[in-house]
T-cell receptor, first 115, second 107 residues
Framework: EAGVAQSPRYKIIEKRQSVAFWCNPI?????LYWYQQILGQGPKLLIQ????????DSQLPKDRFSAERLKGVDSTLKIQPAKLEDSAVYLC?????????????FGPGTRLTVL | GIQVEQSPPDLILQEGANSTLRCNFS?????LQWFHQNPWGQLINLFY???GTKQNGRLSATTVATERYSLLYISSSQTTDSGVYFC?????????FGAGTTVTVRA
């Protein structure tokens, strides 16, 4: 079974530029998550989708971050404009449902460096 | 929100040694997972263990939900066990991670 796919794996941009990340969850998984992991810390949830609807985006900095999950499968996370403090690894995860008892599986992440 | 505390923060082991990592959490949870983050940053699922005991090879885990803690046991450690171990709990449909335990296994 294929795992969660993410691209690109690495990205370096200047501050105030925009960037987008892509995620393809495990086939059949209804719930998709985006996490931000700053160096030395555990991942922090940014946004959670159930199919193509947003379940929780309370931690998403909406003035600069946006995310969508069209057709309930792939998802993109965008940052515009980027700030230095956005340098982090962005992890995508998926789970079978949203029942609160499902195991989450993570992709390899995208490492973003903002200069 | 829920508090997740992992101990110890750092652990240095000689190859072949055994160790125990601990995760304490401040509220009841529906889900608890242990992950190993390898040097390339990939989060590897170790255990999905909201309660009870599970074993997978040299690793085992126990969660005592009523007392709000979980333990991860590493036996006969190998250099490939090096990395950061995260505990994550799900009280309300989203995972909250601890700060992790950094394990270094020396040959």
């Amino acid at each position: 079974e294929a795992g969660v796919a993410q691209s690109p794996r690495y990205k370096i941009i200047e501050k105030r530029q925009s960037v987008a990340f892509w995620c393809n969850p495990i086939s059949g998984h209804a719930t998709l998550y985006w996490y931000q992991q700053i160096l030395g810390q555990g991942p922090k949830l940014l946004i959670q989708f159930q199919n193509n609807g947003v379940v929780d985006d309370s931690q998403l900095p909406k003035d600069r971050f946006s995310a969508e999950r069209l057709k309930g499968v792939d998802s993109t996370l965008k940052i515009q404009p980027a700030k230095l403090e956005d340098s982090a690894v962005y992890l995508c995860a998926s789970s079978l449902s949203r029942e609160g008892r499902d195991e989450q599986f993570f992709g390899p992440g995208t490492r973003l460096t903002v200069l | 929100g829920i508090q997740v505390e992992q101990s110890p923060p750092d652990l240095i082991l000689q190859e072949g040694a055994n160790s125990t990592l601990r995760c304490n959490f401040s509220d009841s949870v529906n889900n608890l997972q242990w992950f190993h983050q390898n040097p390339w940053g990939q989060l590897i699922n170790l255990f999905y263990i909201p309660s009870g005991t599970k074993q997978n090879g040299r690793l085992s885990a126990t969660t005592v939900a009523t007392e709000r803690y979980s333990l991860l046991y590493i036996s006969s450690s190998q250099t490939t066990d090096s990395g950061v171990y995260f505990c994550a709990v799900e009280p309300d449909y989203k995972l909250s991670f601890g700060a992790g335990t950094t394990v270094t296994v020396r040959a």
